[in-house]
């Protein structure tokens, strides 16, 4: 590998180091992603070229994307969570249902009682679904749907 690839190489895992950071998961995902880089390194090579030149590793990298991305839709989708924790509470601190229609299958309501009893949507969906049996889920969906306030916005 020529110097300026392997300089360029080690600066772009240092950057995927410091972004993931502590997360979890975090040094397998880094070494999933140099074990890629090599296999990609390693069909670049033939009898013709023996060196990992600078072009191919800045090819790579540019498929791979800043490292930054990996990181950032997580951080967005907490800080959405959060914020939409936040305005479920009123003045006086109480917390208060309101439809997701941006997490909504059909109505928001399974999406907002999950972010109202802070659960995954997909627990309450099932939940939903062994309702179905009982007969009330339908008319019980629709009432809640007409009832509950939509909310205007989960950021």
């Known amino acids: ?3 300026d690839a392997y300089e360029l190489l080690q600066d772009y895992i240092d950057r995927l180091t410091a972004a993931l950071g502590t997360e979890e998961g975090s040094q397998e995902i880094i070494e999933d ?3 890629r880089i ?3 390194c390693t069909s670049k090579l033939s009898d013709s070229k023996s060196v990992v030149e600078l072009v191919d590793i800045e090819e790579i990298l540019k498929t791979l994307g800043d490292p930054s991305d990996y990181v950032e839709h997580d951080a967005t989708e907490s800080a959405q969570s959060e914020t939409y924790t936040q305005s479920a509470t009123n003045e006086r601190g109480e917390k208060r249902l309101f439809r997701d229609p ?3 299958m059909l109505g928001g ?3 907002g009682f999950a972010n109202y009893f802070s659960i995954d949507v997909v627990i309450m969906r099932v939940i939903f679904i ?3 049996f009982t007969g009330i889920a339908i008319p019980l969906y629709i009432i809640l749907w007409i009832i509950v306030p ?6």
């Open 109 to 111: 309501v399974c999406a």
């Open 38 to 40: 090599a296999e990609i």
């Open 33 to 35: 992603i140099e074990l």
């Open 150 to 155: 939509k909310a205007e916005s989960t950021i």
């Open 102 to 104: 941006e997490s909504a």
């Open 130 to 132: 062994l309702l179905l």
């Open 1 to 3: 590998m020529e110097e």
